[in-house]
């Protein structure tokens, strides 16, 4: 498959197992829209899948800044592929439970599309923990089709959330200012 991101040609080699095998996903694609990637920023593809994120914003960002991760070794494993497809070598790909084997923390950007199809165990734990990889003024953006919770979510971990609303997705941007004050009896 081949997409233009940041006004790069991409092309992908993925598998029916993975998410958004068809086709970039829109929501994913208007997350990138919205993150206004700088070649300074210092970014973690959280979830990476086959590798759209990280590989799109590694053919911006300067040095070797971006990392990905999944939990899946398949994705992992499309991830190397496409970044090689792409003449790309300036990626970290790494298996990863979430932040597991994540051991920077100085992100300024931390992109993800999460699922959220399911329980609200794995968003939370990336939205929390994402806060603490995040270098002072980084950014979280993350992509779903639900409003409430995730609104919540992010103004009860960053203080506050913008919100863009495209076709029935939601894009969720919250910039760290301040050290981690996660109100934990509020159950969000």
């Known amino acids: 498959m081949c997409e ?13 197992k993975l998410f958004s095998y ?18 300074d920023d210092v970014v973690l593809d959280l979830g990476c899948g086959y590798g759209l994120v990280g590989i799109s914003c590694a053919k911006v960002v300067k040095g070797n800044n971006v990392v990905m991760c999944d939990i899946d070794p398949l994705a992992v ?7 090689e497809q792409n003449n790309i070598n300036n990626v970290t790909i790494i298996q990863s439970n979430a932040y597991e084997n994540i051991t920077r923390d ?10 959220y199809h399911a329980d609200f165990s794995v968003p939370k734990r990336f939205i929390e923990h994402g806060y603490k990889k995040l270098s ?24 506050g959330v913008r919100i ?25």
């Open 4 to 16: 233009k991101v940041f006004g790069f040609e991409l092309t992908f080699k993925t598998s029916e």
């Open 22 to 39: 068809k086709g970039a996903d829109k929501g994913t694609l208007f997350m990138l829209d919205k993150c206004e990637i700088k070649e």
């Open 77 to 83: 494993e499309y991830s190397f592929i496409n970044a």
């Open 106 to 115: 100085d992100f300024t950007l931390i992109l993800s599309n999460p699922p």
């Open 136 to 159: 002072y003024g980084g950014r979280m953006f993350m992509v779903t089709k639900r409003l409430e919770w995730y609104k919540n979510k992010f103004i009860s971990v960053f203080g």
């Open 164 to 188: 863009f609303r495209n076709d029935g997705y939601f894009v969720f941007m919250g910039i760290k200012t301040s050290d981690l004050k996660l109100n934990r009896n509020k159950k969000v």
